[in-house]
């Protein structure tokens, strides 16, 4: 059965959406620093099945959310999320987003590089630095890589990745 090129654009909207909306009704009751950021997420999926451009203005767009909602300086989201989307297009022709270890690779790495990015820029104190690098971001980016390996395994047909076995 083969699937037409629109049909499968519809389907991968459909998973950002149901990532965006557990993001915003779901997370909240987790309550935690180490809930699992399905935004980013979201965006590293369109980030790892687009061109570095494309990724970069969906991460732009992405991280204005995030900045909206977020006692962080203003932009250091947006900056953030930039360039990460950015940075996880142009790595899909490094690395092989095919490898289900690979995806959750890139999934930590995200979550970490933003959270990395966004202090640097909102001026964290060090020792509030280090404490948030080295255990909540951590423990952030697990949470997401989780996560986002059980939405890939779930939905692998619907956004077209084929995973090593």
């Known amino acids: 059965m083969t699937i037409s090129r629109r049909e499968r654009r519809w389907r991968v909207t459909l998973v950002i959406a149901l990532l965006i909306a557990a993001h915003f009704y ?44 977020t006692p962080a300086r203003f932009g250091a989201g947006a900056l953030a999320h930039t360039v990460v989307g950015y940075l996880a297009a142009w790595g899909r022709a490094v690395f092989f987003p095919d490898n289900l270890i690979v995806n959750a690779g890139l999934f930590a790495a995200g979550v970490w590089a933003r959270n990395l990015i966004v202090l640097l820029a909102s001026g964290a104190a060090p020792g509030e630095m280090m404490s ?34």
């Open 132 to 165: 948030s690098l080295l255990l909540w971001s951590t423990l952030q980016a697990i949470t997401t890589a989780l996560v986002g390996v059980v939405v890939v395994v779930m939905f692998r047909n619907w956004l077209a990745i084929r995973l090593d076995e």
């Open 26 to 69: 779901v997370r909240p009751w987790l309550g935690s620093r180490v809930a699992p950021d399905l935004l980013l997420l979201a965006m590293m999926l369109v980030a790892i099945r687009s061109r570095p451009g494309t990724a970069a203005v969906v991460g732009f767009l992405i991280g204005l959310t995030t900045d909206v909602l």
